[in-house]
């Protein structure tokens, strides 16, 4: 059967070009929407093995569709001039390729496609659409699936009929009166005003189309919804016109003429050559020829029936397959393990029900080599199985011998050292809603590959480890760690959701009077969240200055109304209106959604192998991200309790971490003095730069001071400081240059350590910690400054990362050898969370800051604030 193979290239470039930081070549040529484009083409080849291919552009601004409505696509932004310097080299690939390409004046990519497919499907071709844009999914049929681009570049989710009616209870053909009633802001489609999609969903599952709904405007209830639709007929008839895709292009080329077949691999060889893109070349051989995806080595196995002692040689490498990345709700789809005896897979209720196994997993003597030690104990917690002795972990280990990789998967890193063959996941059990668990024989040798591969990977691994003098850090700091944060993650905090219910309550109150008072001040009711309403308010009828303008009219961002702060009462409700409204969304409506029902617990996840810094990171809820700078932000933290009934809550956070470190990596005398003084800092820092007295430093003093401090850990510019004190950058460089003068050593430090890493190409934290720079040495202005910013403050914030981390380890290792009752919830950026029995606290007041003190031996003493209350927001 013909497969014809449909991309639209606008769409796909922009999304490689946001997916991956900026790159340049040597010659300073922007690359990185044509790396991204050409990893998803190979990975398309691949895959689909298309027997047609062609790749659709848009071929202006102005289309058939700006003679019904000239605002459309008004809103979007002008393409950024690194992107549009990229589109000649993804043609130029498609030539090498040998891969049709076609634009036509007038029409917009969408339409070529949609004409092509429609052509392709009648002539009972498999067709295949590939894009970021939903409006495509009006194009899914029988024969023709829609991919969309879901995370990333190479990851996508195939659309048919089936999904589509799964996600939307509608066919495809309504996906376009959808775009009718609820519009399209990305294109500027206007729609229906105060119709989103669930509305515009519910009232197509009943009436049908656009145009049915219009009729039936008398049988809609609602009041309000009535007014809509009568006022906005025209615009939803014409809003769905410009949603539906042309299949009528006159196009030039035909059907046959869009072959894929063999290609100019030399040619290709020496594109990516020339772009520097050497891990793509590594895809074809020597001689330019591609290289077909080779068959897998055949590997002996044996799926265990009834586990016994000899499957569970010292040491071996585990594998405890889980798919969802929420694993504290998944299945264990199996196990493997590889050892001196053979390569063993046991379905999972066999483990599970086997006390060989059970006594092996929890002997802390008998070694396990893990991918992802975290997602292994926590999997097996959750099933009453304790997985001790790991002795190391594959995952971990990537990350730390290259933070900057964007994949540690098991098969990405085999392929990268060369040991064992496994494919990814994807390949083996499919992807989005087509995901699937194979056959047993099939996913006993995928689970096997990868724990082959592990088995291989470690030595390999723990040597360069060796070599980067990482394996203290490795062994004594991340590799405990890891089990750590997984006993966190399974013990959870509880929520008080009545708490959290009520503070909902009394936001949406809130928001009710605020916006009554924002109506008052403006004279007039209107949507204060249509950013065009708001404008016209502001800058039209109170004739605000305008600050800044898009295409569609005023702009009415955060930063646009702070700048107008002061200008008018009805600003400073606006902004406060706008923080309770996310507040309210976000982090009271995010919290209930995942709190266990049984337990009233949330299970955060945290991040160990993710950011270039070494801090963690938390998803599932994201608590680092809870906003205290407001009072109502803070008041969640109440909603916080302990899960005994009479514990209390302990709450340490180290006090200016990071300035600390500075002193004591930068060795300046009068930062250290001060510290060991036990100086406030910031009035220290006001009066060495302003030459005055203690008694003499205002607030304005000490306030500008603090910004310069925390500013220079992340090498703030002139310019950075003058934004957030509100002065001259002129005025702002004399500051800096004052700050510099009084602690020189500071300065000596930032020069050095830019020097330092553009030699290296890595810069490092008190413990090893790596950060590789490679954009140093860039011709480009802005990449390179960012680089230098970075190599300036990673090993400020990454030991200060290292010392939370090795306090959690010891506090872990005290709660268990103290056998205290004690429980360490959370970590919060410099902060550590316990619940504690009553009987127990002034023990862990005494123990939490003096661990956290000790951590790690700097020239200025370490300072952790402890207090307790009855939930995390009284321990503040």
Known sequence: MKKLVLIDGNSIAYRAFFALPLLNNEKGVYTNAVYGFTTMLLKIIEEEKPTHMLVAFDAGKTTFRHKTYGEYKGGRQKTPPELSEQFPLVRELLDAFGIARYEAENYEADDIIGTLAKEAAEKEWEVKVFSGDKDLLQLVSPRVTVALTKKGITTVEQYDEALIDEKYGITPKQIIDMKGLMGDSSDNIPGVPGIGEKTALKLLKEFGSVEQVLKSIDQISGKKMKEKLEENQEQAIMSKELATIFLEVPLEKSLDELVFGEYDSKKIVSFLKELEFSSLISKFDQDGEATEEKELDKISYEIVETIEESHLANPSALIVEVLSENYHQANIEGIAIVNENGHYFIPTEQALDSQVFIQWAKNESAKKWVFDAKRAVVALGWRDVLLDGIDFDVQMASYLLDPSLSSHEMSDVAKRKGKGQVQEDEVVYGKGA????????????????????????????????????????????????????????????????????????????????????????????????????????????????????????????????????????????????????????????????????????????????????????????????????????????????????????????????????????????????AFKNDMDIHTKTAMDVFHVKEEEVTSNMRRSAKAVNFGIVYGISDYGLSQSLGITRKEAALFIERYFESYPKVKEYMDNIVDEAREKGYVSTLLQRRRYLPDLTSSNFNKRSFAERTAMNTPIQGTAADIIKKAMVVMANELESKQLKSRMLLQVHDELIFEVPEEELEQMIKLVPEVMEKAMELEVPLKADVSSGDTWYDAK
């Open 434 to 673: 087509k995901q699937r668990i194979p056959e047993l024989d099939k996913l006993a040798e995928h689970l096997v590959r990868k724990a082959d591969a592990l088995y291989q990977l470690k030595p390999v691994l723990e040597k360069e480890l060796q070599e980067n003098e990482q394996g203290k850090l490795y062994r004594e700091l991340e590799m405990p760690l890891s089990v750590v944060l997984g006993r966190m993650e399974t013990t959870g905090v509880k929520v008080d959701k009545e708490q959290l219910e009520q503070m909902g309550e009394d936001l949406e109150g809130r928001l009710k009077d605020l916006e009554a008072k924002i109506h008052e001040l403006a004279g007039e009711n209107f949507n204060i969240n249509s950013p065009k309403q708001l404008g016209e308010i502001l800058f039209e009828k109170l004739e605000l200055p305008p600050i800044k303008k898009t295409k569609t009219g005023y702009s009415t961002s955060a930063d646009v109304l702070e700048k107008l702060a002061g200008e008018h009462e009805i600003i400073e409700h606006i902004l406060h209106y706008r923080q309770l409204g996310k507040l309210n969304s976000t982090y009271i409506e995010g919290l209930l959604k995942v709190t266990k029902k049984e337990t009233n617990k949330i299970h955060t996840r945290y991040n160990q192998a993710l950011t270039q810094t070494g801090r963690l990171s938390s998803t599932d809820p994201n608590l680092q991200n809870i906003p205290i700078r407001l009072e109502e932000g803070r008041k969640i933290r109440k909603a916080f309790v302990p899960s005994e009934e009479g514990w209390k809550m302990v709450a340490a956070d180290y006090s200016q971490i990071e300035l600390r470190v500075l002193a004591h990596i930068a060795g300046d005398e009068k930062l250290i003095e």
